[in-house]
């Protein structure tokens, strides 16, 4: 089983920044790191992933050269460095994690990152 617990966010003008914590505990072996985000009426969409066996991340497009997903083994928290923010990133940013043998999902609480122009 995996905990998640989340913090930061908050509210910022366009082209602030803000850092999303994801701390994770639990003995499941995690495969994949993910931060995720759902905007009012729209569907939940995956912002950055970090494949944790061999290191790579990707990004949405939408993110790339702004966003930076990043983890510190030593105290097992992820997180998401957000750059150049648009009103368009606002949203309820969640970290979730696929662990196991059978790929098991589990989600932080979600934190609410709301840019004005």
């Known amino acids: 089983q995996v905990q998640l617990v989340q913090s930061g966010g908050g509210a910022v003008q366009a082209g602030g920044s803000l850092r999303l914590s994801c701390a994770v505990s639990g003995s499941a072996s995690i495969n994949v790191l993910n931060w995720y985000r759902q905007a009012p009426g729209k569907r939940r969409e995956l912002v950055a992933t970090?494949?944790?066996?061999?290191?790579?991340?990707a990004y949405v497009d939408s993110v790339k050269g702004r966003f930076t997903l990043s983890r510190l083994s030593v105290n097992h928290t992820v997180y998401l460095q957000m750059n150049s923010l648009k009103p368009e990133d606002t949203a309820v940013y969640y970290c979730?994690?696929?662990?196991?043998?059978?790929?098991?999902?589990?989600w932080g609480q979600g934190a609410q990152v709301t840019v004005s122009s």
């Open positions: 970090l494949a944790v066996a061999n290191g790579n991340i």
């Open positions: 979730n994690t696929e662990s196991g043998p059978w790929g098991a999902q589990n």
